[in-house]
């Protein structure tokens, strides 16, 4: 990816440009010192002059309301502020009349910026003061005084709390009195441009010891680049959060968010004081100190999947190159490409206007329609349909173009979402809620109604990134998710009125990725590379996971890799300086659940016996107990020496019915309520009784018997037995009560248990339908 950049051979304003911004994302306003206000329409390469400011007013910062006010859309802005040296903010109208002059600071006014609703509007000065004032310009408070100048402000993504600098420091006040103010030291020298992204969280910090940083919102510092021949001037995020662009003298980088560079461009601009990225995230546009304004595309953009690579070459051309016979296809389009996505067999890309739909094999006849709203800011894709989101909402599509859904919320604000926060897959989509950060709402994607219940999944701490599994039933639909204490959760996307089992299966987990074929997740946690093959075991076996796992050596991959994607048996890492790191995971566990998906069971053992892996056969077992295949488990169980489990599911085959044989597979998986449950519905009301005194689950064992009028010498006797083996007595008063009077004779209850496996053997002889018939009649 680099940039592209063009100046004009002669500068149209005489002195330093000091602030530019977008309307449209083909139309820029520029101000100088030389009090000109200039339009900018890239379309037709014409220059206009809006206004001449009047001779005191020396333009600092400008910023354009948002586009969306109270829940309306407007195609562009309409007004902007401007702050100037004379300690005044103007309001002033696209066609550039001052609405309104305000007398803000003493000095001048350094910084203004609207909050991303466009309801209120943060000033700050050389007076050291931070401002905040209505949309109309009255004064709504003073949020902080201090002695030095405030040269840069920016509003956090929920606009509860500003970002400005002080010196060498960067402080964060929320907007509430008496909240936690939080302050750090983010450089050696003085702090000239900050911005704070509403997609990811991050900050990042530019300044005069000549280095730009990257922070999270907690004040940690994620990247710091080498120190810069001059001081970092300006600094600003693209919209959707996953690029930055660096000024400096003659310099402007363009980089990745964790930090590392992309580009390096040295056009002849003198210092770049201020930049502006367009709506669309395409371009953007840099105040040159020489009277320039350096406008910069990105290209040569690259998107991998298998054996393509798709690299855009130019504003509206992409070029697919197939590794395989080395052919080469060019792509055209009509509007400028703004986003795309190549995944399962297709490549999705939207322009301004349309969105292109091409198979990867045929690249002549793509599938085109147009877009509701221009700027598209999320592509993801599933197997069968993809996902668009953009300023008014989701909007689910086939890949043959027809819209399937359009899931709403609550709250939505589809401007923040990106890539971590929503996940697809063929049945389900799931997004995080920004306004409840421990909230997950799930949709049906047919349909995009909430799923099951309808109620969204909770979680008792915020939650950073969530991605759902791929392959599968619909009603084995898995979730992952990490939440800020980098804890790795996995949990069923169904759920039928009961709580929400919320498995923990990693810490100090920094990244994720489920695999595209096989529901195998993958993850960097605490410097390994760990791939789970089957997450599933922790609802089947907990104890039995860490066999399940293959890791890795981390190391080399350096501080905060990320997953970038996990095809087939591919792993694709990108670095912490931007270099990609290919690792290859065993292919046999992806064959093993390909095996069991088609109930292949002899397959699965024969492969296992030809892999000789332990943790292959682990993953069997898990896979054989879940699909209740207790013959195949048996095998794999002996395998990897589980000899007690063995011996279990050995007793389990004994059983003469088919509801106790069930029952007691779900108590091996610890689904104690559930094997209960199955019992009781079967009839069989002493085995519920015996798999409650067997797990010295005395309480509800005693009520089962109380309940049903049976039983309930034999768990008096049992309960006995239990006491006198450890020289007690009994002090629970329920069971002092029962036992009034009662006197325990083993043989009489002997006799009642062998008469009650006798009746049991009898039943499963004959037949479901007395089976159903003993059922209604208890």
Same mark, same amino acid.
């Given at each position: 990816?680099?940039?592209?950049?063009? $100046?004009?051979?002669?500068?149209?304003?005489?002195?330093?440009?000091?602030?530019?911004?977008?309307?449209?994302?083909?139309?820029?306003?520029?101000?100088?010192?030389?009090?000109?206000?200039?339009?900018?329409?890239?379309?037709?390469?014409?220059?206009?002059?809006?206004?001449?400011?009047?001779?005191?007013?020396?333009?600092?910062?400008?910023?354009?309301?948002?586009?969306?006010?109270?829940?309306?859309?407007?195609?562009?802005?309409?007004?902007?502020?401007?702050?100037?040296?004379?300690?005044?903010?103007?309001?002033?109208?696209?066609?550039?009349?001052?609405?309104?002059?305000?007398?803000?600071?003493?000095?001048?006014?350094?910084?203004?910026?609207?909050?991303?609703?466009? /309801?209120?509007?943060?000033?700050?000065?050389?007076?050291?003061?931070?401002?905040?004032?209505?949309?109309?310009?009255?004064?709504?408070?003073?949020?902080?005084?201090?002695?030095?100048?405030?040269?840069?402000?920016?509003?956090?993504?929920?606009?509860?709390?500003?970002?400005?600098?002080?010196?060498?420091?960067?402080?964060?006040?929320?907007?509430?009195?008496?909240?936690?103010?939080?302050?750090?030291?983010?450089?050696?020298?003085?702090?000239?441009?900050?911005?704070?992204?509403?997609?990811?969280?991050?900050?990042?910090?530019?300044?005069?010891?000549?280095?730009?940083?990257?922070?999270?919102?907690?004040?940690?510092?994620?990247?710091?680049?080498?120190?810069?021949?001059?001081?970092?001037?300006?600094?600003?995020?693209?919209?959707?959060?996953?690029?930055?662009?660096?000024?400096?003298?003659?310099?402007?980088?363009?980089?990745?968010?964790?930090?590392?560079?992309?580009?390096?461009?040295?056009?002849?601009?003198?210092?770049?004081?201020?930049?502006?990225?367009?709506?669309?995230?395409?371009?953007?546009?840099?105040?040159?100190?020489?009277?320039?304004?350096?406008?910069?595309?990105?290209?040569?953009?690259?998107?991998?999947?298998?054996?393509?690579?798709?690299?855009?070459?130019?504003?509206?051309?992409?070029?697919?190159?197939?590794?395989?016979?080395?052919?080469?296809?060019?792509?055209?389009?009509?509007?400028?490409?703004?986003?795309?996505?190549?995944?399962?067999?297709?490549?999705?890309?939207?322009?301004?206007?349309?969105?292109?739909?091409?198979?990867?094999?045929?690249?002549?006849?793509?599938?085109?329609?147009?877009?509701?709203?221009?700027?598209?800011?999320?592509?993801?894709?599933?197997?069968?349909?993809?996902?668009?989101?953009?300023?008014?909402?989701?909007?689910?599509?086939?890949? @043959?173009?027809?819209?399937?859904?359009?899931?709403?919320?609550?709250?939505?604000?589809?401007?923040?979402?990106?890539?971590?926060?929503?996940?697809?897959?063929?049945?389900?989509?799931?997004?995080?809620?920004?306004?409840?950060?421990?909230?997950?709402?799930?949709?049906?994607?047919?349909?995009?109604?909430?799923?099951?219940?309808?109620?969204?999944?909770?979680?008792?701490?915020?939650?950073? @990134?969530?991605?759902?599994?791929?392959?599968?039933?619909?009603?084995?639909?898995?979730?992952?998710?990490?939440?800020?204490?980098?804890?790795?959760?996995?949990?069923?996307?169904?759920?039928?009125?009961?709580?929400?089992?919320?498995?923990?299966?990693? /810490?100090?987990?920094?990244?994720?990725?489920?695999?595209?074929?096989?529901?195998?997740?993958?993850?960097?946690?605490?410097?390994?590379?760990?791939?789970?093959?089957?997450?599933?075991?922790?609802?089947?076996?907990?104890?039995?996971?860490?066999?399940?796992?293959?890791?890795?050596?981390?190391?080399?991959?350096?501080?905060?890799?990320?997953?970038?994607?996990?095809?087939?048996?591919?792993?694709?890492?990108?670095?912490?300086?931007?270099?990609?790191?290919?690792?290859?995971?065993?292919?046999?566990?992806?064959?093993?659940?390909?095996?069991?998906?088609?109930?292949?069971?002899?397959?699965?053992?024969?492969?296992?016996?030809?892999?000789?892996?332990?943790?292959?056969?682990?993953?069997?077992?898990?896979?054989?107990?879940?699909?209740?295949?207790?013959?195949?488990?048996?095998?794999?169980?002996?395998?990897?020496?589980?000899?007690?489990?063995?011996?279990?599911?050995?007793?389990?085959?004994?059983?003469?019915?088919?509801?106790?044989?069930?029952?007691?597979?779900? $108590?091996?998986?610890?689904?104690?309520?559930?094997?209960?449950?199955?019992?009781?519905?079967?009839?069989?009301?002493?085995?519920?009784?015996?798999?409650?005194?067997?797990?010295?689950?005395?309480?509800?064992?005693?009520?089962?018997?109380?309940?049903?009028?049976?039983?309930?010498?034999?768990?008096?006797?049992?309960?006995?037995?239990?006491?006198?083996?450890?020289?007690?007595?009994?002090?629970?008063?329920?069971?002092?009560?029962?036992?009034?009077?009662?006197?325990?004779?083993?043989?009489?209850?002997?006799?009642?248990? !062998?008469?009650?496996?006798?009746?049991?053997? !009898?039943?499963?002889? &004959?037949?479901? &339908?007395?089976?159903?018939?003993?059922?209604?009649?208890?």
């Amino acid at each position: 990816m680099r940039l592209k950049t063009s $100046l004009l051979k002669e500068p149209k304003h005489k002195e330093l440009v000091s602030c530019v911004g977008w309307t449209t994302a083909d139309e820029l306003y520029s101000c100088s010192d030389d009090h000109q206000i200039m339009k900018w329409n890239l379309l037709t390469s014409e220059t206009t002059r809006v206004v001449k400011l009047p001779d005191e007013i020396y333009p600092i910062d400008l910023h354009w309301l948002p586009r969306s006010i109270g829940g309306k859309k407007q195609s562009q802005a309409e007004s902007f502020v401007l702050t100037s040296s004379d300690g005044k903010f103007h309001l002033i109208s696209k066609l550039g009349r001052v609405e309104k002059s305000v007398e803000a600071h003493c000095g001048a006014v350094l910084a203004g910026r609207w909050n991303y609703e466009g /309801t209120a509007l943060v000033t700050v000065g050389e007076d050291g003061q931070v401002k905040i004032w209505s949309k109309s310009g009255m004064l709504r408070s003073t949020l902080a005084q201090q002695g030095t100048p405030v040269y840069s402000v920016a509003w956090g993504p929920d606009s509860e709390k500003v970002l400005y600098t002080s010196g060498k420091q960067l402080i964060i006040k929320p907007l509430q009195p008496n909240a936690k103010v939080l302050q750090w030291k983010a450089h050696d020298g003085l702090i000239l441009k900050t911005d704070w992204n509403s997609v990811n969280d991050l900050i990042l910090s530019g300044g005069e010891d000549c280095k730009y940083k990257v922070w999270d919102s907690f004040g940690r510092l994620l990247y710091s680049s080498q120190p810069h021949e001059y001081p970092i001037t300006s600094i600003a995020w693209a919209a959707d959060g996953e690029l930055f662009a660096v000024g400096s003298f003659h310099t402007l980088r363009l980089c990745d968010k964790t930090g590392w560079s992309y580009a390096l461009e040295k056009p002849n601009t003198g210092s770049i004081f201020n930049i502006s990225w367009s709506i669309d995230g395409t371009q953007l546009a840099g105040a040159c100190g020489n009277g320039h304004v350096i406008f910069a595309h990105v290209v040569e953009q690259r998107w991998e999947w298998k054996n393509f690579e798709i690299t855009l070459i130019k504003r509206r051309t992409m070029q697919v190159h197939n590794v395989l016979n080395d052919a080469v296809d060019l792509l055209e389009f009509r509007d400028r490409v703004i986003k795309a996505s190549l995944n399962y067999g297709h490549l999705v890309v939207s322009t301004s206007l349309q969105c292109y739909v091409f198979s990867t094999k045929n690249w002549n006849t793509p599938l085109i329609f147009d877009l509701k709203e221009g700027t598209v800011s999320l592509i993801l894709q599933a197997e069968r349909h993809f996902l668009l989101v953009d300023g008014g909402g989701l909007y689910l599509y086939s890949y @043959e173009g027809r819209l399937i859904s359009s899931p709403k919320f609550p709250g939505m604000r589809t401007d923040i979402l990106n890539a971590q926060t929503v996940s697809l897959s063929n049945d389900t989509l799931a997004v995080k809620d920004k306004a409840d950060e421990k909230v997950i709402y799930i949709f049906e994607a047919l349909s995009g109604k909430p799923l099951g219940d309808g109620k969204p999944l909770t979680h008792k701490t915020e939650i950073v @990134e969530i991605a759902l599994d791929q392959r599968g039933l619909t009603s084995e639909r898995k979730i992952a998710f990490i939440d800020k204490n980098r804890d790795l959760y996995i949990t069923s996307v169904k759920r039928f009125g009961k709580e929400q089992k919320i498995v923990k299966i990693g /810490t100090m987990v920094q990244t994720l990725a489920w695999n595209d074929t096989s529901n195998i997740l993958c993850g960097i946690q605490d410097a390994r590379f760990t791939v789970w093959y089957y997450p599933n075991t922790v609802y089947v076996d907990k104890d039995l996971l860490p066999k399940t796992l293959y890791e890795k050596d981390a190391s080399e991959f350096s501080k905060n890799p990320q997953i970038v994607h996990f095809v087939g048996n591919q792993t694709t890492i990108r670095r912490a300086d931007g270099s990609l790191v290919h690792l290859s995971v065993s292919p046999y566990p992806a064959i093993l659940h390909e095996y069991v998906s088609g109930s292949k069971w002899e397959d699965a053992v024969r492969l296992c016996r030809f892999v000789k892996d332990q943790t292959l056969w682990a993953c069997l077992a898990a896979m054989a107990v879940a699909n209740k295949e207790m013959a195949t488990a048996e095998i794999a169980y002996a395998s990897i020496g589980e000899i007690d489990k063995v011996q279990y599911i050995n007793s389990i085959k004994d059983l003469p019915s088919k509801e106790s044989r069930m029952a007691h597979i779900l $108590l091996f998986s610890g689904n104690t309520q559930e094997a209960e449950t199955l019992l009781l519905q079967a009839g069989l009301i002493y085995q519920a009784i015996q798999v409650n005194i067997n797990l010295y689950n005395w309480d509800r064992a005693l009520e089962l018997a109380v309940k049903h009028k049976t039983h309930v010498d034999t768990v008096l006797a049992y309960r006995q037995k239990f006491l006198e083996g450890f020289g007690k007595t009994e002090t629970n008063r329920r069971f002092l009560q029962y036992a009034e009077g009662l006197e325990v004779d083993w043989t009489k209850i002997q006799a009642k248990i !062998e008469m009650e496996m006798a009746r049991e053997r !009898e039943r499963a002889a &004959a037949g479901p &339908a007395v089976r159903a018939s003993v059922t209604v009649q208890q």
